[in-house]
């Protein structure tokens, strides 16, 4: 098992749990939680787009995959992440 | 460089099939996975529409959520599915019992999500936080209940995979593969969730 | 001489002889018959009658009363009762290319019955509806609300027949090792399944994306189910024309 705990998924999944446990504090902490506040709302979207890239990449090896699988999963991400800022910069 | 956790010398060579672009699993998953991230993309991105147009109301009932239990959930299925890449890395290097391993624990830290859901779910219906109380509520349940019935499927997959690598002496690779494939989509998806129904304001 | 196109005769050969021995006639009629009743299906529900796309469910009681005593309605259901009976030769259509497959009968009779109850529910249960209103003029004008009520839930909230059945067909295909029909189609079938659980949301609310007009329930499950409806029968078309004549013995 000690392979696994050097692993770079490990590293990866370190990173990603860490992350999502600060992405927690930065919501509940951060803004009030009745009101509208854009800087928690980016960060904590950009900290979800760059999980979702991570996991993509790493976890479902799309890193070692063809060129078409990475250009439609990073647009993926690109696509709706763009989208969902937009259309929350849009109404606030 | 090479991912392969157990690091077995006697295994496949990884950087042979990193050079020929390799697609894990079978390509009519693929065909799925990506079909499947574009139908919640479109119900991430009309969430958010309709947010902007009741921006108080989905404020004051996101307050009502349970961010604890959804960030542990998170954590569950991150967990899940560093077990699933590992398992999956060390079935291709030839190392069954270790692949069975991690299937077996990532098939268990995969069971909690359903089960953390319902101390989630009972309580906040009894509060009477109903799909039909307003529409955040009925996009919170819709988008989770349709999550969690993939996590349903996604551990009957795994029963599946975890049944061929015990009973098989070689394991079948594409069927390992196409199963971690799906259980990473619905990690991915979770994230989303995650921010924005728990955590964005 | 395998697999021949069933409707064009094979040059040089006689002609009629060749169209009227075709093996596969039975299948081709089935086919052929779809087009006709959806586009029939289509006039009716849309440019004559404008019952689809459905109107609101919080629609003022004066306009549902209007509705259903349109003219256009009355022709609508007069058409749909005579045509009605070629809804289950459109879903034989998928059951002869499912009997082939290597999966358990099982599959294919959950496909039968949800496809059974799923047409009387999501179609003659509306029609009975919208044609009570449109046949028997002296209802009163909560009968009629109750009506509307009625006939747009059964068309849109019948969710469960269909479930079933696109959920037997999606992996009757994924599973079949005789590989009929594709195995993205499987996956794709499994979205139909999806589009149907979204339109659970119907019995709760009546207005906004999860209404029975909705954006979630109406519309985006219609980009997914007009597409699939299309490829699906695609997929039957050439899993049609393979088939080899040795399968018929």
């Known amino acids: 098992m000690t392979s696994l705990i050097r692993s770079p998924l490990t590293i990866v999944w370190a990173f990603l749990t860490t992350v999502t446990i600060a992405s927690s504090f930065i919501s509940v902490d951060g803004g009030g939680a009745h009101q509208i506040n854009t800087t928690v709302t980016t960060v904590v979207l950009l900290i979800a787009a760059v999980k979702a890239y991570l996991v993509i990449q790493h976890f479902m090896e799309v890193r070692r995959a063809p060129l078409w699988l990475k250009l439609t999963t990073s647009g993926w991400v690109l696509g709706l992440f763009t989208l969902l800022l937009g259309f929350y910069f849009a109404g606030v | 460089m090479t991912d392969v956790a157990e690091g077995s010398a006697a295994g496949v060579d990884e950087s042979v099939v990193d050079a020929r672009g390799h697609v894990p699993g079978e390509s009519s998953m693929w065909f799925f996975v990506i079909g499947d991230l574009l139908i919640f993309a479109v119900y991430f991105v009309g969430y958010m529409y309709f947010r902007s147009q009741h921006q108080d109301l989905f404020l004051q009932s996101q307050a009502r959520l349970n961010v604890d239990i959804g960030a542990v959930n998170t954590v569950m299925l991150l967990t899940s599915s560093l077990f699933v890449a590992s398992g999956t890395a060390a079935a291709r290097a030839g190392n069954s019992a270790n692949a069975l391993r991690a299937w077996a624990i990532a098939f268990a830290f995969g069971a909690a999500f359903p089960l953390l859901k319902l101390f989630e779910w009972i309580p906040e219906i009894s509060a009477g936080l109903t799909p039909g109380k307003n529409l955040f509520f009925m996009y919170y349940f819709v988008m989770t209940g349709m999550h969690l019935c993939h996590v349903a499927l996604g551990l009957v997959i795994m029963c599946f995979v975890i049944r061929n690598l015990k009973t098989s002496a070689q394991p079948k690779i594409s069927l390992v593969e196409t199963g971690a494939t799906y259980w990473h989509m619905v990690d991915v998806l979770w994230l989303v969730l995650f921010a924005l129904l728990y955590l964005m304001r | ?249």
């Open chain 3, 1 to 249: 001489m395998s697999g021949g196109v069933a409707t064009v005769p094979r040059s040089g050969s006689e002609p009629a002889k060749s169209w009227r021995t075709n093996r596969k006639l039975d299948q081709w009629i089935a086919f052929w018959s779809v087009p006709f009743f959806f586009n029939l299906f289509g006039l009716v529900f849309v440019p004559l009658s404008w019952m689809m796309p459905p109107r609101s469910p919080s629609s003022p009681t004066p306009r549902i009363v209007d509705f259903m005593h349109s003219h256009n309605l009355l022709i609508a259901c007069v058409i749909l009762t005579l045509a009605y009976g070629l809804a289950p030769v459109s879903n034989a259509c998928y059951l002869m290319q499912v009997k082939r497959m290597s999966v358990s009968p099982a599959f294919r009779y959950s496909m039968m019955v949800g496809a059974m109850t799923g047409a009387i529910v999501g179609m003659l249960f509306p029609m009975f509806c919208f044609g009570l209103g449109a046949f028997r003029p002296g209802y009163s004008t909560a009968v009629l609300t109750m009506l509307y009520d009625f006939g747009y839930l059964a068309f849109i909230g019948s969710l469960g027949c269909f479930c079933v059945m696109w959920m037997a067909f999606g992996l009757a295909i994924i599973l079949d090792e005789n590989n009929i029909l594709p195995k993205w189609l499987g996956y794709y079938t499994i979205w139909q399944y999806v589009t149907e659980l979204m339109a659970a949301p119907v019995w709760i609310v009546k207005s906004g994306p999860f209404a029975w007009n909705g954006l979630m329930t109406f519309w985006f499950a219609m980009i997914l189910y007009v597409s699939w409806q299309f490829i699906v029968y695609f997929c039957i078309f050439k899993a049609i024309k393979n088939q080899p004549e040795s399968e018929f013995a």
